[in-house]
């Protein structure tokens, strides 16, 4: 019927040269880019557990506030349903929801705007980071911790980071 959704598809982060696509029904990412013809297999996925705190920057000279994530796996993650925070206390487990389908490549990041507007889109996050001192949580879709960061007072115009990257 006219006017009527026939299908459609809700992701976030998507990697270079890599696309979505139906396998066994379900939307997935693809082992490769099928354009005009039959959809690959879904590629084959790392572990969401490689995924860390990589660089963060709570007192930028311009601009919003950010932090990126990076994936110690060679191959893509999966970051849809996965929960972000500021707030180390139980009550801010799943302060932000990560959108389904977004994912993260092999070796790569992902730079999310701490701007406390996520109407702005996928990669803002409904917090913003402290100057002073801050939390950086990341949990699982099952809320495990996975990873998290505890950065003191921070100058201004300056990121922080780990090193090598994904590093202790």
């Known amino acids: 019927r006219a006017g009527q959704v026939v299908d459609y598809v809700e992701y976030g982060f998507q990697i270079p040269n890599q696309s979505l696509g139906r396998a066994g029904g379900d939307w997935e990412l693809l082992a490769s880019p ?7 297999e879904a590629a084959t996925l ?10 963060w920057e709570a007192q930028p000279s ?15 993650v999966d970051l849809g349903g996965l929960y972000l925070s500021d707030d180390p206390s139980l009550a801010g487990v799943s302060r932000f929801t990560i959108a389904p389908r977004s994912f993260i490549a092999g070796h790569g990041w992902v730079v999310w705007k701490a701007d406390g507007h996520p109407d702005n889109g996928r990669n803002h ?4 980071l402290d100057g002073w001192g801050e939390s950086l949580r990341l949990y699982s879709s099952d809320q495990v911790l996975l990873d998290a960061v505890d950065f003191g007072v921070q100058q201004a115009g300056v990121s922080e980071g780990r090193l090598p990257d994904g590093g202790g």
């Open 62 to 76: 311009s601009g919003d506030d950010w932090f990126e994530l990076y994936n110690l796996d060679a191959r893509p």
């Open 34 to 40: 099928t354009p005009g013809a039959v959809n690959s």
């Open 46 to 55: 790392g572990v969401v557990a490689n995924v860390r705190f990589n660089e």
């Open 125 to 128: 996050v409904n917090f913003k």
